[in-house]
C-alpha cells in the first residue's frame, strides 16, 4: 500500500472522530459535526496548497487554479445518515483530495482546474430533501426548499445561517464545469460476491417513488360482517402482492420495495380507517419506469372499489447514463493498471446523478463488505482503497494534467 | 320514560365524571379513577339495602339476600378503554342494580339470593389479559398472570394490593352462581339499520387471534436485485390477501381482520428484515374456526420459502352458546311487553363469555348509535335504555323472584 492511500486510511479515522452525535454515528448538516469535518477537510486542502471557499449552501471546495478556468470536479457528500459509517460519502472526498494534492506535487499545475467537492446533505440527513449540495451546483435547488424544517421544525434558510452560509444567492449553475467523478462505496454486495475491486458504474437508475393511500371505514373486527366492510388491509395487501409478481417478471432490470407502512389506527381488533405503503422502483431503463407508472395506475384503477386508492407521488427521476468517453477512459485505466473491474449499474441515488444529467459525470465503485452501508459496520479494505485510488488519480491526471 | 330508566340515565352522566383520566375519558382498572367508580357504585348499592362487598381481585358486588343460596346475578364491566365511551359495561351494571333495587322495593325478599356485579379489568384497560374479573369468578384466573406488568412496569399483584385488594385467594369458583345475565350496547350497527330496540344474544363468537412473524432479511432498496432478495412484505401481502379471500368465502358466518403490522425497520428505501401481522378470526360456528386454524397453517407452509412464517397464537377461544331456556324467557318478555327485538351473535367478547362457559348465561343488546362504541361518541338513547331496562327487570323477576 503507497503512502497516499496510508494517509486516506487514517484521515478516514481522522474525520469519523468528528461524527459521533450523543454517541450515535451521525454527521447531519448544519451541525457541530458538520462544522467540524469542514475545519478539517479546510485544513487538508490548505495544507496541499489548495485555495479553500464555500458556496452559498455550504459544499465546501479546495481549488488547484490550471492554465484553463474549465473545472475537472471529484468528491462526495460529507454528510451522513443517523447510524451511518464512515465510508459512505467520506471515502470519495478524501480519495479525491489526496489524488489531486498528489498529482499537484508530482505534476505541478494542472491544465485544467482542478476542484476537491464535498457536499452536503446528500443523505436528508436532517431536512427532507436530498442531494441539497449538488443540486445547488446544478442550479436545481430552489427557495422554496429553503423553508423546509427539520425534525425540530428549524428552517433549512436558518440553520444555512447559522452555519455562517447563506450570505449569496443559491442555485447558480457552475457554467465552467466540464467534468464530474464521484468515488463512493458500492452499497451492495455484487463487487465483493464477484471478487472485483472496481465497479465502474454505467448507469444511476431512476426511480418512481411514492406513497399509496388506502382508505376504507374503521370498525369492530367483532361486530361487522364481512359484507358490510369497506377494509383497506386487503386492498393494500393484493396491491402490494400485484405489483411484486410484476415486477419479479422484470428482475434483472428493475427493483421494487415495499418498505414502511402505516396502519390507522393500528389496533388488532380493529378494522382500519387507512392505510398508507410507500413503494420504491427503481431502473436503469426508461422504458420500465414508463410501464411502472402505468402499472400503479392499473393497479389503482383495478382495486378502487368500496375503498379509495389515492397514489401520491414523491419522486420521479430519470434514469442517468454517466459519460460514455469517461467509462472507456476508466476501463483503460483499470487494465493498465491491472486492477480488477465490472462495469454495473448503480442502484442507489448520489450527487452524480444530479450533477449526471447536466454536465459530464462518471463514478467508481470500491467494495463495501458484505454489501453493508449506513451502518456502523461499513468497511472497505485498505487494499481496495488503494485500487480505488490509482483508479481516480490516473483519471484525474488524464483529464485535468492532460499526461 | 318511567322514573328508574331517568335514574339510569342520570347515573350513566353521574358515572362518566369519574372516568377523566387527564382530560381523556378513561378508566384503567386499579387507578384512582377506577377507585371513584367503586365508591360510587357501592353507595348505589347501600341505598338500594344491598349488602355490598369486594372480592379477591376487586369485583365489586352488591347482594340482596333471598330464601335461596343459589344466585341469580347480573352486571358487567366498570374498566373502560382509553378513549372510551360511557355506556360500554357501565350501562349494564347501572340497569342490573336499578332492576334489582326496583324488585326488592316493590316484592320485597327474593327466592334467590340476587348480586349485582361490577367487574374489573374486562378490556385490558390497564394490564394485558382481558376479563380478568368475571374469570376470578369462575376460577380460571391464574396465578401466573398476577405478575403481568402495566405499561409503566407496575405487577398487577402490587395494582391490586394498592387499591386494598388481594387480601384472600383468587380464582375460587362461585360455587352458588346458578345463572347469570348482561345487558350490554351492541357495539355494532345491526339494531339500529333493523329498528329493532333489543338483541338477544343466542351465541358469543369464538376467537382464533394470533400474530404472525415473516422473517427476511434487511437490504437496500436500490442496490439489491429481485433474484437476490428475502423480502418478507410481499410473502406477508400474500398471506394477507389469501386469507381474506378464503374469509370472504364464509362470509356470513365469520369475520377475519388483519388490524395491526410492525415493519421492521421500516423505511422506504430498505427491504425490511421482518414484518408482523396479526389475525382475529371469529366465528359462531366452531367447523369454521377449526378450518381457519387449517387456512393459517396451509398458507404458513405454502408461504414460506426464503423466508421463515412463524405463528404465534395469542387467543383460541371456543364460541358460547348462551342458555336456551333463558333466550326463550327473553323472547317471551319482549312479546308480553311488545319492545322489538332479533336473535343475534355477539361478534365482541364479553364477561358473559367467560361465565357462559360454566353457568347458564344470557346476554341483552341494546342499539349503539351508528355502531359506534369505544369512542366518546357512543350513545344510546332513553327509549332504548327504558326497553332494556324493562327486559332484564323482567327477567330477574322470573328468574329470582319467581313471579
Redesign the interface.
Known sequence: MNKETQWIVEAIEAAAKTADRDGEYWRASYTEQDAEITALLAQYMRDAGMEVYSDAVGNLFGRIEGKSRRIVMSGSHRDTVRHGGKYDGMLGILTALKAAAALKEELGEPEKTVEVAAFCEEESSRFPTSYLGSRNLTGDLTEAELDDLDADGVRLAEAMKQSGYLKSPISIPRQELERFVELHI?????LEKEKKQIGIVTDI?G?F?GEIYVRGQQ??????????RK?P??L??????RL??W??E???D????????V?EP???????AHIMF?F?I?SSDEALLSESREKIRQLQAELTADVSIEVKITCDEAPVHLDLQGRKWLREIAEEEEISYREMV????HDSQMIGQKYSTNMLFVPSKD?I??SPKEYTSPEDIDAGYMMLKNYLRKTAWKR
Open positions: 458500492e452499497q451492495g454486495g455484487v437508475v426511480m417513488c370498525n369492530h373486527a367483532g361486530t361487522t360482517p364481512m359484507w358490510m377494509d388491509m386487503p393494500a395487501a393484493e396491491f402490494i402482492f411484486n409478481s415486477a419479479m422484470h428482475k434483472t428493475m427493483v421494487c420495495t415495499v418498505g414502511r407502512m396502519i393500528g389496533n388488532a381488533n380493529v378494522i382500519p410507500t420504491d427503481r448503480s442502484g442507489a441515488g454489501g452501508s449506513h
